[in-house]
């Protein structure tokens, strides 16, 4: 296991950082302003370090992947990104550490984010393909729960992450809320033709 102390990725006088400003600047861009800036930067160290011929990454944070993949093609840096499909619970709820911060009935209420995800990804599978109605669909779930807020829902182009209005083209809908003092976030894969 390469686990490196902070100092061993980040010595006195480090003043580089890798940058994506494109797919950095939407979603959990806006709302955790440098973080992608620091995956970025850390990501693209452990892999040259490490030279990898493959990394997984998983798909709960398809931002994330994103902002990797454009940083090896960017950087010519040679390995294959592979996303790793989100895992969950029996009810649905993302498998996270921030989980084990949520109290019962907290926990209970969280699931509403999977269910308007799923609700999308449905109501999808029957032919409505704008935007506008598929995040209406999240963010009623959302909305009717009570402890949660949503903090942003959108339909985006799986790679570029670019927003569309209509779903047709392949899309990922992709959510965060805040649950009882938790931010969680998911996402699902919309087919590409209804």
């Known amino acids: 296991v390469f686990a490196p102390a902070p100092p061993a990725m980040y010595p006195p006088g480090h003043d580089t950082r890798v940058s ?10 806006i709302h ?5 800036d620091g995956v970025a930067t850390v990501v693209t160290k452990l892999l040259h370090i490490v030279e990898p011929s493959r990394a997984w990454f998983g798909a709960k944070d398809w931002q994330q992947v994103a902002v990797v993949r454009r940083v090896i093609t960017d950087l010519n840096i040679p390995v294959e990104i592979r996303a790793v499909p989100t895992r969950r ?5 993302a498998m996270s550490s921030r ?4 109290d019962g009935p907290a926990r209970e209420a969280a699931t509403c984010l999977w269910r308007g995800l799923s609700a999308a990804r449905d109501a999808h599978s029957r ?27 959108s339909v985006v182009h799986p790679d570029t992450l670019a ?19 938790v931010r969680l976030i998911d996402n699902v894969e919309l087919p590409a033709s209804p």
């Open 89 to 93: 619970e029996t009810d649905g709820l």
């Open 163 to 181: 927003e569309l209005a209509d779903s047709g083209a392949g899309a990922v809908v992709c959510a965060a809320m805040w649950c009882d003092g």
């Open 32 to 36: 955790r302003p440098g973080h992608f």
């Open 99 to 102: 989980n084990a911060r949520l």
């Open 20 to 29: 994506v400003r494109t797919l950095a600047g939407s979603m959990e861009g």
């Open 127 to 153: 032919g409505v393909t704008g935007a506008g109605e598929l995040c209406d669909l999240v963010a009623r779930a959302v909305a009717l729960t009570e402890g949660c807020r949503l903090e942003y829902v």
